[in-house]
């Protein structure tokens, strides 16, 4: 598995931006995929994932309404738009894979990206 994530950048409050992770070694059709941040000082957290097939897709209360994930099987890649970003998305964010969904959340495999910077001032 691997993962290539971009898309980040230094935005104002209220800014947007979309976020590409484009995957090798695997169909994105065929795993749950999530996009994680860690902001500095703080534990990785799940921000947004989606299943596979079905495309159910999940998200952080903080993000729900405002990010939207999304998947292109033509590509195999998975975005993650967000909208309206705050100083609290400031972060690094990060693709990953599992196979399944389980309440919500994707238990990321040991293969990570180097993520891409957002930065979202006040």
């Known amino acids: 598995l691997q993962f290539v994530e971009s898309g980040g950048g230094l935005v104002h409050s209220g800014d947007s931006l979309r976020l590409s992770c484009i995957t090798s070694g695997f169909m994105v059709n065929d795993y749950a995929i999530g996009w994680f941040r860690q902001a500095p000082g703080k534990q990785y957290e799940g921000v947004s994932c989606?299943?596979?097939?079905?495309?159910?897709?999940y998200y952080l209360d903080s993000v729900q309404g405002r990010f939207t994930i999304s998947r292109d099987n033509a590509k195999n890649t998975v975005s993650l738009q967000m909208n309206n970003l705050t100083p609290d998305d400031t972060a690094v964010y990060y693709c990953n894979a599992d196979l399944w969904v389980v309440n919500g959340h994707i238990n990321p495999s040991d293969h990570w990206g180097q993520g891409t910077q957002v930065t979202v001032s006040s």
């Open positions: 989606i299943s596979p097939r079905d495309g159910s897709t």
